[in-house]
């Protein structure tokens, strides 16, 4: 059987395998498996260099870095952090048309940053949002649809474990990845609250703001000592990331520990029971990512083995379709993988494989065209992933908080905010700039395409 064949019965053979049901670990693992034992040449043979990939695949130092951003979302996540940066923002926007849903937006921007969680940012904006904007007059799909999309914000602006998952994938650098996401996400919100705004206004909900309740300023301070202890934290991590006052790995576990320490002075965290659940559900997440990292090692490695990985680049580059055409090819990959795997496991099996065609066809870098650009694209396909069926996660997520709002309204009111994340693609597809100039601008040009 040719590569390019065996490529397509790899394709079929994990989606379904993957479909059913079984976690995404161990299906790579069984496909990977099942296909070096038949079409290796080792035969059973081949079956022993499974452990010792999936484990040299876990030995990176860089690795270190995940289990400590999760343990610092989680500590953040369990605080009243999230209402509390709710709360100050409303408080500060209550006079502005349509205030409350960019209040909204703005404390998931903020809180997914801080926490790196898409569930988690729904779950801790829209458990206050959500009833919120509904006693004011929001529509159903303005309210559960802005922080269904306004929770994807997490695995796009930094400290963003997704963007850690894609250099280990690919062998980029994590600090460049981090400053690559700042602008995007930001063009991100921005597109989000216009759209909300228009939306509120159309539907005649911004007239409410002018009911709102005129908060003082001792009122509007009153809960920033809350917040920005933890906003705080944040700058000093991008600062020592940046600034070469440390590695990534020294930076995520420093800012762990400090959000620890702020979680148990300012909102009392001390008892052993609420500091035993942090590390409990850090430590199931992180070995959850690290598993499918290792057995996505697994899968490559299958996929190289059997010359599928080679022959399909060598496919394409004979392909005689112009780069956009052919990015246009990948997006829709990405968007259909998207809507049924996470998006780590989106990352860690594609990007190795579309990394090489993305650097081939805009020549290492051309332009402006680099893999810390398609780095922002693919990750933004995956925020799409988020807020589409079947998978959806965060529309799940703001059902489980508001039952009463059926999932079909909470899908048709997510569904402007794929546009506008399509939008982003489109712009920054344009002008690739805006993802590429401020890594250049802090840490200089790269000498190589693909690592520093």
């Not at 922080?147 to 997704?162: D, F, R």
């Amino acid at each position: 059987m040719d590569p390019i064949t065996l490529g397509g019965v790899v394709a079929l053979v994990t989606v379904l395998v993957l479909f059913s049901g079984v976690p995404v670990a161990a299906g790579l693992l069984i496909v990977s498996a099942f296909f070096l034992v038949i079409f290796d040449s080792q035969g059973l043979g081949a079956l022993e260099i499974i452990p010792e990939t999936l484990f040299a695949k876990l030995e990176s130092f860089e690795l270190l870095s995940i289990p400590m951003f999760i343990i610092m979302g989680a500590a953040i996540a369990s605080t009243r952090a999230g209402a509390d940066l709710y709360e100050a923002l409303e408080r500060w926007l209550t006079r502005v048309p349509g205030g409350l849903v960019v209040s909204n937006l703005g404390a998931c921007a903020l809180f997914s940053a801080m926490s790196g969680s898409s569930p988690a940012t729904c779950a801790a904006i829209g458990k206050m949002g959500i009833p919120e904007m509904r006693k004011r007059g929001y529509p159903d799909t303005v309210a559960a649809g802005s922080i269904a999309a306004g929770g994807t914000l997490g695995i796009l602006i930094p400290p963003s474990v997704t963007m850690i998952v894609y250099s280990i994938a690919t062998e980029t650098s994590v600090g460049r990845l981090f400053l690559a996401g700042v602008f995007p996400g930001l063009l991100l919100v921005a597109l989000f609250m216009a759209w909300s705004i228009f939306s509120t206004w159309r539907a005649g909900a911004a007239s409410t703001a002018l009911g709102r309740t005129v908060y003082s300023w001792r009122e509007k301070v009153a809960l920033l000592p809350r917040v920005l202890p933890f906003l705080l934290i944040i700058a000093g991590v991008l600062y020592a990331l940046y600034g070469g006052v440390a590695t990534p790995s020294e930076t995520a576990a420093v800012g762990a520990l400090l959000c620890v320490v702020v979680a148990v002075i300012i909102y009392r965290l001390w008892k052993p029971r609420a500091l035993w659940t942090i590390l409990r559900d850090s430590t199931r997440e992180s070995v959850m990512i690290l598993y499918i990292i290792g057995a996505a090692g697994v899968f490559s490695f299958m996929l190289s083995s059997l010359e599928v990985t080679q022959e399909i680049a060598r496919w394409i580059a004979t392909l005689d379709v112009d780069r956009w055409t052919l990015m246009i090819a990948i997006n829709i990959f990405l968007l259909i993988a998207g809507f049924f795997l996470p998006p780590v496991a989106v990352i860690l099996m594609a990007a190795p494989i579309l990394a090489d065609i993305v650097s081939d066809a805009f020549q290492n870098g051309a332009d402006g065209y680099d893999l810390y650009w398609f780095a922002v694209v693919l990750t933004i396909n995956m925020e799409i992933g988020l807020i589409t069926p079947p998978v959806g996660l965060n529309l799940y997520v703001i059902n489980g908080i508001a039952p009463d709002i059926k999932l079909k309204t909470i899908l048709l009111g997510s569904l402007p905010y794929v546009v506008c994340m399509v939008l982003a693609i489109v712009i920054l597809s344009a002008f690739p700039g805006i993802a590429t100039w401020l890594p250049e601008a802090v840490m200089g040009p790269e000498v190589q395409l693909g690592g520093d």
